[in-house]
Structures are given as structure tokens and as C-alpha cells.
């Protein structure tokens, strides 16, 4: 898990330095999913148990 989240943390530094980069990925992005949009898949009425519930 830790080499994960510092590969995860390297990639997100390496993005925000290089704009060039960035706006590359988000090309790519929208040539793969086009105008599709996330559908959440928990029902907007279900809300996370409080500490007081637990």
C-alpha cells in the first residue's frame, strides 16, 4: 500500500508540474468516455452512519 500511494503521489506531481501533460490526459479522457457521466451507484437518500449511530 505505501509504494502504491507514493507512485499514486509521484504520477499527481508529475501532472501538476507539466500543464502539456495534463491537458494530454484530459484529451485522452474525453476521447475514451466521450460526454458519459458517472452514475453513483448508492442512492442519493442513503447518508453515512454517524459516530453516534455505531
Request: charged share 35%; proline share 6%; hydrophobic share 40%.
Amino acid at each position: 500500500m505505501l509504494q502504491a500511494g507514493k507512485v499514486l503521489a509521484g504520477t499527481a506531481l508529475e501532472v501538476m508540474k507539466n500543464p502539456k501533460l495534463l491537458e494530454k490526459c484530459k484529451r485522452e479522457l474525453k476521447e475514451k468516455f466521450g460526454d458519459d457521466v458517472y452514475q453513483f451507484s448508492i442512492p442519493k437518500e442513503v447518508v453515512p452512519a454517524s459516530k453516534q449511530d455505531l
